[in-house]
């Protein structure tokens, strides 16, 4: 088992080390210059634009940058940001602890109603509320994550003002507030946007669950169980929930990456100041660093999620951990 | 059970989030938050280069001598003492500032000559490449003489070499940035949490969210008006615009178009204030072939076709369809905030009868009734190129679209990425080009934009006339005051005369500020630099102003 | 033979025969408005008949998917006949003084924009753009996920690593920073970047599950039998082994294209569609982002469009599963 981990560790250093390559010379590809003169000011100058090109080291030929680069990356280091004048690395630091708490906010929403709708689904199949919790999964499926989120605006913001739609905090009184105070701040921010992110991926998971233990309820184990004379209850959340796990545990890996696009988007809606917002803004600002840190970063946060996901699926199934 | 636990937790929440720390009491207490719709990218000044930057970092650092009201920037007339107390001419590449004996630095160490030898030479250090350093070229050095006193030395005489000395340059602290290398300079840690001379220091910076500024309260000139000054980042105009009228924000500084004046007059504890905008919007000709830039263009190489599309643009529609008519039409490459601007200097009216004789008289003509003139078989067409990002600019662009198709002129529009639109319009590959400018308070910078000198610089269509050269050098060099004048207004009638662009509009710019705060004064060039004059009376705060300071 | 409800489509070619006018214009008009019209009109019968082939689903009797058909013939009849259904042409201006953002009414249905457009006719434009991306792209990155998967899957050893490892650096990229790295290359954007952005950037969980099919009858005995008899290794792909996996191919295809809408949507959400002053769905809903309070049905109406289109595509993608794996 731990050679197995072991084999999966290397692989996903090898994965890091592309998504490096892959993003340094996707970014070096482009046409654009990240250090273009405002044409609309007074104070117009070419030498100036030359001189910060060669102080980022943008005058060197490709292949010294990558190496350099490479080196850097393997350090910890991405640089300095272009249009924030600062290491990319607090740039991060910023923003990475808002998007995690974003991310496993929404998570929570997402697995826990995706669950138990559809295991609730699951034991009333074929009945009216399975087939419209059906619907309503279905709804949520198929909607764009960031519409989603503009109708929370819309209706929780602007109609209702019943909590704010902007940023991660209110910067004007947060920092005369007490701490359950600054708590109270934190969650009144954090709820539209890790909800709209949350139930979106809902739908997902309860359509995702309900056809997992549908299909583990019809296996031999459990018409065995059932003919035993166990209750029902026990049969579903014993025998038969315990099997789907599994599956729920390879689609937490897999929802990883999905969740992350959503929060790009999300995070431009509620203007949340987390790795997504980022990410859009330097691409628009052409912050090379910054972009290429951020694939990394997140690529990052993919990997290690699905090595949490190997692991966990690797103690969860008895198969795996005896056999390997 | 568990009910019971729960209300009284949320009720603990409730509670704390309306409890407050150490009240305030008395006039300088006000917390004023504005609404800004771009972060700065930085608050070292050197590197600065967006006017959000500059906004904020006028609070925080101080310059020798300021600008006035006025907006004067030929010899010292009526620049106000800031870091210095008193200047005189030695001779006329000789200038000595006396610095405030009073003036300290916000960690307390007072500000001496050698800060102001060290702030230029970061200004003018390649290794820094701050984007004011062409502006310095023509001071060959700064000495000081002793702790108190410094002196500068021009290359030669000219008119405005006070406000070069002056203007552009935040003093910075030797003693805090010294230690540093210059080439890490820009990017150092200390830049986001810069020590200045100011009336307000940096709390804090809260990446994309807010920048919280608190009041100086020994500042050397006079105790600032407001304790707190919180610039709170907002994604769009809309959104700002949104918190002003929600009491989220006080004050936001450009309204942009009449509609959202008109929402902000409807909200009872707002008012506008108008002031002059820095800024004029044009359409550049490309006086050279955008496909071979030795060769001219085959239209706009032509003073008459150039002089005959300028007449047949309304300005005034394009006012009041684009900006809800908040704007003036201009004349020649002026904004309405400098000093000669004039609207009675001769320029080209909006007339299609004689710009459609004009076009006639040149051959162009319909002959295929297809609506648009042509020529030996060619449309009489070009592209414009705009923007994308610039919503007022795609609009107008609209407009204008549709006047010269009146007179039988096809306008391509094309709308670029900014990136994009920079490489096109800086190498010369375009027809014509939707310019902005941001102007400086001194006339000067038009020779940049629009003399021979700057081609290959500013000057990106490439416009080149002798005649407009010499007025507006000898009206730059002119030490006289009304002679310039004078200089001035014949070398932009002679550029409306030449039309290398039609001038459209200067848009106006409203700000919306609360009601409760007192004795607000914006200055054109830089909204923020009398903002510490600015005050809330006790008797009108509300509750986020009693909060005080942390 | 039932597959959809035949009310709507009559009423849609009651309402062609009305437009006549517009169609002769249509049909004289520019010929990348009839290329479009085709693209649609083509790719989607032919996906639902090699669909029903792969299948061999002989009768449609859920309800829903009837009704899911019938939503999509509507769709693609609107987004192939835009032309001759919208009532404006898509940019034009109708009059930026007056008649800004206007509520819905009886001249303008669903309102105007803030460049006073027609947002009925963008709607229908956007479609049209909407739909085609989709359409496109996912044909592109189906054909390469399953040679490329496929390849992989029958040849093994250095080949099958280098595809796979390179397939897990790419999906460790969440979708839209991936999109969001590479469309930064693109400063014009047409819809033919969009569509070769999408589809190269979407093959790779294709690819994974047509090794895994491949890998799974690899070993079979008609696969080993035709290696024996020397049988080459493209007839081998070819002959035995897609016609095995089209199915789950299929499926993959189907529930892709809503999944791509989204992505699509999502980019031109952030700027990075379609440039200006082309409609897309989601580039409407940016347009309308900022005015979200004054005109809140800028925004409102193109997300119902993407959320039925979506939920149409899933729907038929997960009945075409049912019926190959009931259970």
């Known amino acids: 088992m731990t050679r197995a981990i072991v084999r999966r560790l290397y692989q996903s250093v090898l994965v890091m080390f592309v998504v490096a390559t892959a993003t340094f010379f996707l970014i070096h590809l482009a046409p654009g210059d990240p250090f273009t003169p405002s044409i609309e000011s007074a104070n117009f100058s070419q030498e100036i634009v030359a001189q910060q090109r060669r102080n980022f080291g943008l005058d060197q030929p490709a292949h010294i940058q990558y190496v350099r680069y490479l080196q850097q990356i393997a350090t910890g280091n991405f640089g300095i940001s272009f249009s924030q004048h600062r290491p990319v690395l607090d740039v991060f630091y910023d923003v990475i602890p808002n998007t995690i708490v974003l991310a496993i906010a929404a998570i929570l929403i997402d697995f826990v109603t995706g669950m138990t709708v559809g295991v609730f689904q699951s034991t009333r199949k074929g009945s009216r509320v399975d087939s419209l919790l059906s619907a309503i999964s279905l709804v949520l499926y198929s909607t764009p994550v960031f519409w989603f989120g503009l109708m929370l605006v819309l209706l929780f913001g602007v109609t209702l003002r019943w909590l704010p739609t902007a940023g991660a905090i209110d910067p004007v009184v947060y920092h005369s507030l007490s701490l359950p105070g600054q708590l109270w701040d934190r969650i009144r921010h954090l709820i539209l946007p890790a909800a709209t992110l949350g139930l979106i991926g809902a739908g997902g998971t309860a359509r995702f669950q309900r056809s997992a233990l549908l299909e583990v309820l019809a296996e031999d184990f459990v018409r065995t169980a059932r003919a035993k004379g166990l209750r029902e209850r026990t049969v579903v959340t014993v025998h038969a929930l315990r099997n789907s796990l599994l599956s729920i545990i390879t689609l937490f890996g897999l929802s990883l990456p999905a969740l992350l696009s959503g929060a790009v988007l999300v995070e431009t809606v509620f203007s949340w100041p987390g790795m997504g917002r980022l990410i859009t803004d330097a691409v628009s600002s052409r912050d090379y660093p910054v972009i290429t840190g951020a694939?990394?970063?997140?690529?990052?946060?993919?990997?290690?999620g699905n090595l949490t996901a190997d692991i966990l699926y690797r103690f969860a199934d008895p198969r795996t951990r005896t056999a390997q | 059970m568990t009910k019971g636990l729960l209300t009284t937790v949320l009720c603990a929440f409730v509670a704390a989030s309306c409890s407050t720390k150490a009240d305030c009491r008395g006039d300088f207490c006000g917390t004023i938050v504005i609404a800004i719709g771009g972060e700065p990218e930085t608050l070292f000044p050197p590197a600065s280069q967006t006017t959000a930057a500059d906004a904020v970092a006028d609070l925080i650092f101080l310059k020798l001598a300021d600008i006035g009201p006025g907006m004067n920037s030929v010899g010292d007339e009526g620049f106000l003492p800031r870091l210095a107390e008193s200047w005189e001419w030695e001779d006329s590449v000789t200038l000595v500032f006396n610095l405030n004996q009073l003036a300290r630095w916000h960690d307390g160490a007072p500000v001496r000559a050698e800060d102001v030898e060290f702030t230029f030479a970061v200004y003018t250090d390649t290794l820094v490449a701050s984007p004011k350093a062409s502006v310095l070229e023509r001071i060959s050095s700064v000495t000081p003489r002793n702790n108190g006193q410094v002196e500068f030395k021009f290359r030669l005489p000219y008119p405005e070499q006070f406000y070069d000395a002056t203007h552009y340059m935040r003093i910075l602290p030797r003693h805090v940035l010294d230690t540093i290398p210059r080439v890490s300079l820009t990017s150092h840690p200390i830049t986001r949490a810069p020590v200045g001379s100011g009336p307000y220091r940096l709390v804090r910076w809260r990446a994309s969210e807010a920048i919280e500024l608190v009041a100086d309260s020994n500042f050397f000139l006079g105790r600032p008006?407001?304790?707190?000054?919180?610039?709170?980042?907002t994604r769009d105009t809309e959104s700002a615009l949104a918190q002003v009228l929600a009491g989220e924000a006080d004050v936001l500084e450009q309204l942009v178009t009449g509609v959202n004046v008109d929402r902000i007059s409807t909200a009872p504890h707002l008012r506008t204030i108008e002031y002059p905008s820095s800024s004029y919007l044009y359409l550049q000709f490309n006086m050279r072939n955008p496909e071979d830039p030795e060769a001219p263009h085959p239209l706009f190489r032509n003073r008459m076709i150039r002089r005959a599309l300028a007449m047949a643009v309304d300005q005034q529609e394009l006012i009041d369809a684009v900006l809800g008519g908040l704007g003036d039409r201009t004349i020649g490459p002026v904004s309405k905030m400098l000093s000669i601007w004039n609207d009675q200097i001769p320029s080209l009216s909006y007339d299609t009868t004689r710009a459609l004789e004009l076009l006639n008289g040149l051959g162009w003509t319909d002959t295929d009734g297809d609506g648009y003139l042509d020529r030996s078989g060619r449309r009489l067409e070009f592209?414009?190129?705009?923007?994308?990002?610039?919503?007022?600019?795609?609009?107008?662009?609209?407009?204008?679209?549709?006047?010269?198709?009146?007179?039988?002129?096809?306008?391509?529009?094309?709308?670029?990425?900014?990136?994009?639109?920079?490489?096109?319009?800086?190498?010369?590959?375009f027809d014509v080009f939707f310019g902005s400018r941001t102007q400086d308070p001194s006339p000067s910078t038009i020779r940049e934009a629009w003399s021979s000198s700057g081609i290959g610089g500013a000057n990106f269509g490439g416009y080149s006339s002798s005649e407009f050269d010499r007025l507006i050098n000898s009206a730059i060099e002119s030490q006289q005051a009304d002679s310039a004048m004078t200089l001035w207004h014949r070398a932009v009638a002679h550029i409306n005369a030449d039309a290398p662009a039609v001038w459209l509009y200067s848009p106006n710019t409203v700000a919306a500020v609360h009601r409760r705060i007192e004795g607000v004064t914006i200055r054109p060039d830089q909204w923020t630099a009398t903002l510490w004059t600015w005050r809330i009376p006790e008797s009108r705060m509300i509750a986020r102003d009693r909060r005080g300071a942390p | 033979m039932k597959y959809f409800h035949w009310t709507p489509a009559g009423w849609a070619l009651l309402l062609v025969i009305a437009r006549w006018q517009k169609i002769a214009e249509f049909l004289a008009g520019p010929l990348e408005n009839k290329m479009l019209a085709l693209v649609v009109l083509i790719l989607i019968p032919v996906g639902i008949i090699i669909a029903l082939k792969v299948t061999a689903i002989r009768k449609v009797e859920s309800r829903r998917l009837q009704l899911a058909i019938t939503t999509l013939m509507v769709l693609v009849g609107a987004a192939a006949f835009a032309p001759i259904l919208a009532p404006y042409d898509p940019t034009h201006i109708i009059d930026l003084a007056n008649a800004q953002t206007l509520a819905p009414s009886f001249a303008h249905p669903l309102g105007t924009d803030e460049f006073s457009r027609d947002l009925l006719s963008r709607m229908i434009y956007g479609a049209r753009i909407s739909l085609s991306i989709a359409l496109l792209a996912i044909t592109l990155s189906i054909t390469l996920g399953t040679t490329l998967g496929m390849v992989a899957g029958l040849t093994g050893g250095v080949t099958d690593s280098a595809i796979m490892r390179s397939i897990d650096a790419a999906l460790a990229i969440p979708r839209i920073v991936l999109l969001v790295v590479v469309l930064a290359l693109w400063d014009r954007r047409d819809m033919m970047t969009i569509v070769l952005v999408l589809g190269l950037t979407g093959w790779f969980e294709t690819a994974r599950l047509a090794r895994a099919e491949v890998l799974s009858l690899r070993d079979r005995n008609f696969v080993v039998a035709a290696r024996a008899s020397g049988v080459s290794n493209v007839k081998i792909l070819w002959r035995h082994l897609l016609p095995n996996i089209a199915a789950p191919l299929v499926v993959t295809a189907t529930l892709g294209v809503g999944q791509l809408i989204l992505v699509e949507a999502g980019l031109s959400y952030l700027g990075l569609g379609v440039s200006v002053p082309t409609a897309s769905w989601g580039s409407i809903i940016r347009d309308g982002r900022e005015l979200l309070f004054q005109a809140p049905w800028i925004v409102t109406i193109p997300g119902f469009a993407i959320a039925t289109t979506v939920m149409v595509f899933s729907t038929i993608g997960e009945s075409v599963r049912e019926a190959l794996n009931p259970r």
């Open chain 1, 295 to 304: 694939a990394i970063v997140s690529a990052l946060l993919v990997v290690a």
């Open chain 2, 225 to 233: 008006g407001l304790a707190r000054v919180i610039f709170r980042v």
């Open chain 2, 383 to 429: 592209e414009l190129v705009i923007p994308a990002s610039s919503r007022s600019r795609r609009q107008a662009a609209v407009v204008i679209q549709d006047q010269l198709r009146r007179v039988g002129v096809n306008m391509v529009v094309a709308e670029l990425e900014l990136n994009t639109l920079i490489s096109r319009v800086t190498s010369g590959r």
